[in-house]
């Protein structure tokens, strides 16, 4: 079946450097996009999305990337920071579905 | 900020027993969800609710689930009988318009069922 995944379940980085988490999506219909961040007992929280007529969108320190033509999309968080330690997920939807499927997660680690 | 939100934070059960979610969405929002999430898990969608009515739901929300918007503000997710496996967080959300548009999610129940 059709799914949202992630490339990595976990990814240690150190503070001040730069974090790309990836994610892969099969489903060719998707074009709406979205990143959320967990934190330990609380719920998701959304980070930043982007249509499937864009390749780049940019926020306060973060970037999301979609490539459709190979069904990629990352998040790049730059100069990491000890608040960003947490679970993200990518989550896919189309125009006109009432769900999000999300991705399985990867757990962003922040060394000191 | 306005925000989603949730009660009660935990609640344990008895196998067995019926229990009632409660969530109070963003006051302008249109568009409702019930999610939910197994320890260690990734979010699975239960079950979207517009005007009144069900838009869609998923395997998962079978014939023990109902979800109900009693008056203009509550959104709510019973479970008639609860198994074991019903342990879970559950997330409510909401959003303006479709799942197309940026959800906010609640902070979320613990579910024990015990």
């Known amino acids: 079946g059709e799914s949202v995944g992630l490339h990595l379940p976990t990814l240690s980085v150190q503070e001040g450097d730069n974090s790309i988490i990836n994610c892969a999506y099969s489903?060719?219909?998707?074009?709406?996009f979205i990143w959320y961040k967990q934190e330990s007992g609380k719920g998701p929280q959304f980070i930043i999305d982007?249509?499937?007529?864009?390749d780049k969108r940019q926020g306060q320190r973060v970037t999301v990337l979609l490539n459709k033509t190979v069904k990629h999309l990352s998040l790049q968080i730059a100069a990491t920071q000890p608040g960003d330690s947490a679970v993200y997920f990518c989550a896919e939807t189309q125009t006109g579905d009432y769900k999000l499927s999300f991705g399985a997660g990867t757990t962003v680690t922040v060394r000191a | 900020e306005p925000e989603v939100t949730q009660t009660p934070s935990h609640q344990v059960t008895q196998m067995g027993q019926e229990v009632i979610l409660r969530c109070v969405p963003i006051?302008?929002?249109?568009?409702f969800y019930w999610y939910r999430q197994i320890l260690g898990q990734k979010v699975e969608f239960l079950v979207s609710f517009y005007n009144n009515e069900i838009s869609e739901k998923s395997e998962i929300f079978d014939d023990q689930f109902s979800v109900e918007r009693p008056d203009g503000s509550n959104f709510t997710l019973k479970i008639r009988s609860t198994k074991l496996e019903d342990s879970a967080m559950y997330f409510c959300?909401?959003?303006?318009?479709?799942?197309?548009?940026?959800?906010?999610f609640g902070q979320g129940t613990r579910l024990t069922v015990v």
């Open positions: 959300a909401s959003s303006l318009k479709g799942s197309d548009t940026e959800a906010f």
């Open positions: 489903n060719s219909a998707s074009d709406y």
């Open positions: 982007i249509r499937s007529n864009m």
């Open positions: 006051s302008n929002h249109l568009y």
